[in-house]
């Protein structure tokens, strides 16, 4: 839900159909109004999928909305999962605004894009624009890199990140900390980090590897005896 293939965004050019299964539907044609009980199970199959993916699946304890507004809440626990992209999530009561490729929740929350880890508390997805917020407590995680803030952002089609708030940078080489007020770079393994602190002063740590013992110079020859 958190990344490219999240269930906020819609898919232009067609718009790929959603199969909703419900213990109980409500629906009221002439206001839009919109409920169904769960345990609520949907699946959709994106267009860009490619023969034998498996099918992205979505569950919640049930769903209230407007389908004119096209404003809907996804109740109680949430979980997404779309094997084919590496993508999932699971959080609690999220809000759609479907037409406008957004929503979010205000809970904690647990999400990931292939090996990038990411989870928090208060999430906002805006599906035009590509960027997901990470409102508090943020934590994102990669191979050999973990990123600590109290706000966060993340463009998961340049792969830009804004950090902000007791910023710490882990990297596993030489157990390396930084920590500032303020990040900004972009992700991947080509991409570069850099932290400031307006006003203020960065710390960063790291440990060398211990220098190689060299070896002790070889023993001088005897010299010769003297004979008298």
Same mark, same amino acid.
């Given at each position: 839900? !958190?990344?490219?293939?999240?269930?906020?965004?819609?898919?232009?050019?067609?718009?790929?159909?959603?199969?909703?299964?419900?213990? +109980?539907? !409500?629906?009221?044609?002439?206001?839009?109004?919109?409920? &169904?009980?769960?345990?609520?199970?949907?699946?959709?199959?994106?267009?860009?999928?490619?023969?034998?993916?498996?099918?992205?699946? $979505?569950?919640?304890?049930?769903?209230?909305?407007?389908?004119?507004?096209?404003?809907?809440?996804?109740?109680? $626990?949430?979980?997404?999962?779309? /094997?084919?992209?590496?993508?999932?999530?699971?959080?609690?009561?999220?809000? $759609?605004?479907?037409?406008e490729s957004q929503g979010g929740t205000q809970q904690p929350f647990? &999400?990931?894009?292939?090996?990038? #880890?990411?989870?928090?508390?208060?999430?906002?997805?805006?599906?035009? #624009?590509?960027?997901?917020?990470?409102?508090?407590?943020?934590?994102?995680?990669?191979?050999?890199?973990? !990123?600590?803030?109290?706000?966060?952002?993340?463009?998961?089609?340049?792969?830009?990140?804004? /950090?902000?708030?007791?910023?710490? !940078?882990?990297?596993?080489?030489n157990s390396q900390i930084t920590t500032g007020q303020v990040l900004?770079?972009?992700? *991947?393994?080509?991409?570069?980090?850099?932290?400031? /602190?307006? *006003?203020?002063?960065?710390?960063?740590?790291? +440990?060398?590897?211990?220098?190689?013992?060299?070896?002790?110079?070889?023993?001088?020859?005897?010299?010769?005896?003297?004979?008298?």
């Amino acid at each position: 839900m !958190l990344f490219r293939s999240d269930p906020f965004a819609t898919t232009p050019r067609p718009a790929a159909p959603v199969r909703v299964q419900a213990t +109980q539907v !409500l629906w009221k044609p002439g206001s839009g109004e919109l409920r &169904a009980s769960g345990p609520l199970q949907a699946s959709r199959r994106p267009p860009t999928a490619k023969a034998g993916d498996a099918l992205q699946q $979505l569950t919640a304890d049930a769903l209230e909305g407007n389908t004119l507004t096209q404003a809907f809440t996804l109740k109680g $626990l949430v979980r997404f999962e779309a /094997a084919a992209s590496g993508d999932r999530f699971s959080g609690r009561e999220v809000a $759609l605004q479907t037409r406008e490729s957004q929503g979010g929740t205000q809970q904690p929350f647990e &999400a990931a894009h292939g090996d990038l #880890q990411v989870n928090g508390k208060g999430l906002q997805v805006d599906g035009s #624009q590509h960027w997901v917020k990470v409102e508090s407590a943020c934590q994102v995680r990669r191979p050999g890199e973990l !990123l600590i803030a109290q706000r966060c952002a993340w463009n998961w089609t340049s792969g830009d990140v804004e /950090a902000s708030g007791d910023v710490q !940078l882990q990297r596993s080489a030489n157990s390396q900390i930084t920590t500032g007020q303020v990040l900004s770079g972009r992700l *991947g393994d080509a991409g570069h980090l850099r932290i400031s /602190a307006p *006003g203020g002063r960065v710390v960063s740590r790291f +440990q060398l590897p211990p220098r190689r013992a060299s070896a002790p110079p070889p023993p001088r020859p005897a010299p010769p005896p003297i004979v008298p």
